[in-house]
Structure formats: C-alpha cells, structure tokens
C-alpha cells in the first residue's frame, strides 16, 4: 500500500593532519578543549585557511562517485546556534559545492548522488549522568569533513546499508577517510517518507546523527512501521527533525524541522572562490588507485563468481589479502571459497583479518596443497586454526601425518572392513537408499583421519557393493 522514499545524508571525517580552516591538530579521545585556536573558537578576527589535503581528498571522493565537477566552486556561512558552534555560524557550501550529479551503484541500480560538499564539523556536547548542565568539548570543532546528499532513490533498509557499506569501502580505498562509524568519523542522516498509491511521497522525516549500519537499518524498519500505521488510521506524518533511541528501538522528536531559509547561507566573505583546473583534476585522476567496482570486475574476468567477487572488493582488508595471495599462485576461486571460509571463522570469533598472524603467502599455499591434491579439505580445515595464528602449513601437513591416502592397496582393506562392520547400512544401500552410503564414507573419512580424497573413497565404496556405475 505504501512505498518508502529514503534519502541519505551522509558525513565522513576527512584523513588529515589539521583541521579544515586552521592549523589545530585533529583530536579523538584527547583532553576536551585542547586542540583549538582562534580561528576554530570563532574569536574576533581570526581569519580561515582553506585546507589543500581536505580539500583534494573532497575532489577524489568526487570523483570515483561519477560526480560533475564544477570550474569553480566556493563557500559559504550557514547559521544556527548551538553551543557546540562557537561562531553560530559553519562554514560551509551552498548552490556550488565540490560535486553534484553523481551516482553509486549498488545491487545493479545507480543511487543519484544529489551533491557532494565539504565544510567543517561542529564540536560536541556531553551530557554528565545525574547533572543539572551541558559541557562542551570543541577539539572537534573544525575538523574537515564531506557531506554526501543523495537522491531519494533507495528503496529500503538493505539498500540503505549496502550504500554505506559500498560508500565505506570507497572512502577507505582512496585513503581520504577512515570511515568509522564507532569512532564518529562516518555518520549518516535519513530522511524518508511513504507514497502512496497516488504516486506522490508523503511529508518526510529525518532521522538524525546515526552512528552504525545496523541502527540506520533498524530506524529505518522502525519509521516505516511508525508512519503507516499513522496514515493507515487517518492520520498526518508531521514533519520534524528525530533522534534515535538505540536501546528502546524508537524514534523520537527532537524539533520540528528547520527549512533552507532558517539558515541564512551567504557566500563566506573571508575565503575567496577556488578555481579547479581540468589539469588538477587529471592529476587527482592519476594518483587513484583502483576502485572497488572496478576490482571486482576484475575478479569476475579471473573466474571468481560474481556475488564472491563483490564480497571480496568492498572490503578493503580482505581485497588486499587476496590480491597478494592471488599474486602467490593460488587459482582465483578456490582461493575466493577459503577466503571465505577463513573470513567466516574469524567472524565467529569475534575477530578481524588485520589482528592475525596469517599472511596471504600461507593461505595461498594451504589453497595449493588441497588443489594438488596433496591433502583433503578436510585436513586443510583442521589446520586451518594454527595457520591463522601463524603456523607453516606444510610443516603441519608432515608433522601430522596429513598427507592424503591416495594408495588404492591402502584404502581398500579400510573400505571391505567398513562394510563388514555394518551390514544394516548395506541393506539399506541395496535396497536403494542411497544416501545411507556416506554413512560409510564417513567411517572410512574418520578411520584415515581425513587424508583421504572423499571422491575416491566413494568410488571404491560403490565398486565392492557391486553398484558401480
């Protein structure tokens, strides 16, 4: 009955060493209040320098969102007041930002990338428990960020994360930002609203500051809900400005929605319009590196099946690890399966692939001994363990006993013994139940601790049944 009309925006704290208008040291988890200056207090007569990293790492992200780049773009004030904004004005971009008219593919659907622009974040309010005032800590305050708007073109809460995660990945690759929801330096604003069967979007939300994947996925189910039981019951969706509740899994007010006109932008009278040659851009163009759709693509053209392939190159670790274990020898999609296999352990865990001793020289070889047919998978994956914790695979293998049992003069007594032993399971074999066969084979699997290719062992199974063929 009704359909969701989503919008992202998106900050993320651009990777530099000063703040984007000064020369104060970025601070995450310092003394309150001891990386500011006069130009990031706001004090009369402090005069703002554009950051040149900030600002070409603005351009790169630009970029690799397909945006158009304007020939000039430039500054401008934005007022509120708050207390976390000592000048009660942010300098920001208005009618001609970094990049505008872009997109982002994601799931084969480009998301219109509405605008791009850079300005500075504001500083932060904390809040002591059991206390009647607000402190404010403005390290922050200045710090460099970009601003990403999309177009309402997403159509649900798994859109709205793969978008992130896919943008994450981007931002990571290119090096212009750590993109860390936990630590505050990616943050996403949602706006949405419901249409109907008129075709026309309903009166939208925004849903303020959320700060993981999981919560923009979880207030986004949660309005949906919210606002179709209010037009479901007559009701009107108010327009306002909401904050989320992590623990209760709600939505709440936190004001009625401010328009573009309560901002009063202006052009900023103390920074000049930058002019943006097509000879920088080419430069910027140069320096980058290959983006996630693109590796991804690449990986599809070595054999990796497609969904694999994407898994792999929107995560920036896990590409990187598979580009070196590619470049020991491995073949692309077996080593894609152990990849996943190792990924999945370690998630199990509670653990990442940078905080392990396995390097990709060893999976590599691990993926390569299995393909040799040197040893099973089974074995593989029981030393799977130790090789991530740094372990020699092939030392293992010889010092186990791993090796796989390929002799047929070996396997056979093991297989006749096996069969002797569980002549119930034979009837039901010969009276068609085929499937009771890995009963064996499992037996015979446990008797050679594995070594034993799984194939072979069911062909000489079959053949002193009688059912070969």
């Known amino acids: 009955m009704f359909e969701p009309v989503i919008g992202l925006e998106v900050h993320l704290h651009l990777k530099t060493q000063t703040k984007m208008f000064c020369g104060c040291a970025l601070s995450y988890g310092d003394a309150p209040n001891t990386h500011v200056c006069p130009v990031c207090l706001g004090l009369p007569g402090s005069l703002p320098v554009v950051n040149e990293h900030a600002f070409e790492h603005g351009l790169k992200l630009a970029l690799a969102l397909n945006c158009e780049i304007p020939e000039h773009t430039q500054f401008h004030r934005k007022h509120y007041f708050y207390p976390d904004l000592p000048k009660n004005y942010q300098i920001s971009q208005y009618d001609r930002p970094i990049g505008e008219h872009g997109y982002l593919e994601v799931g084969g659907k480009k998301i219109g990338i509405k605008r791009l622009h850079l300005e500075e974040d504001a500083g932060k309010s904390v809040h002591p428990e059991d206390a009647d005032h607000t402190l404010v800590d403005l390290n922050r305050a200045g710090a460099p960020l970009v601003e990403l708007v999309t177009e309402p073109e997403i159509d649900g809460p798994e859109t709205a994360r793969a978008f992130l995660e896919h943008l994450q990945a981007i931002a990571r690759t290119l090096g212009v930002s750590d993109a860390s929801p936990e630590e505050g330096k990616m943050r996403a604003d949602v706006n949405i609203s419901l249409r109907g069967r008129d075709g026309r979007p309903g009166t939208k939300v925004e849903i303020k ?44 007010v936190m004001r009625t929605k401010e328009t573009e006109s309560d901002y009063r932008y202006m052009p900023e009278p103390d920074l000049p319009p930058i002019l943006i040659g097509r000879d920088w851009l080419e430069r910027l163009r140069a320096e980058m590196p290959e983006l996630p759709a693109e590796k991804a693509a690449r990986y599809a053209e070595l054999g990796v099946r497609p969904r694999d392939a994407e898994l792999l190159a929107f995560d920036v670790v896990a590409a990187a690890f598979f580009d070196e274990a590619l470049a020991a020898g491995a073949p692309p999609q077996k080593l894609a399966n152990w990849m996943a296999e190792l990924r999945g352990r370690l998630a199990a865990e509670g653990r990442r692939l940078e905080e392990v001793a396995i390097t990709p020289r060893a999976l590599a070889r691990l993926v390569n001994l299995v393909e040799a047919g040197t040893i099973t998978g089974r074995a593989a994956k029981e030393i799977l363990p130790e090789v991530i914790e740094g372990a020699d695979p092939e030392q293992l293998v010889e010092e186990r006993g791993l090796k796989a049992v390929t002799d047929e003069a070996a396997l056979r007594p093991l297989v006749e013994r096996v069969i002797a032993e569980n002549p119930a399971v034979v009837e039901q074999i010969k009276a068609g139940k085929t499937k009771a066969l890995n009963a064996l084979l499992g037996q015979v699997m446990k008797a050679t601790r594995g070594t034993a290719p799984p194939a072979r062992v069911r062909a000489l199974l079959l053949e002193a049944l009688g059912l070969e063929g």
């Open 209 to 252: 500051n959320l700060n993981s994947f999981k919560s923009v996925e979880r207030a986004i189910l949660y309005e949906i809900k919210r606002q179709t039981k209010v037009l479901k019951t007559g009701g009107r969706v108010q327009q306002a400005t909401l904050a989320w509740d992590e623990d209760r899994g709600k939505t709440y």
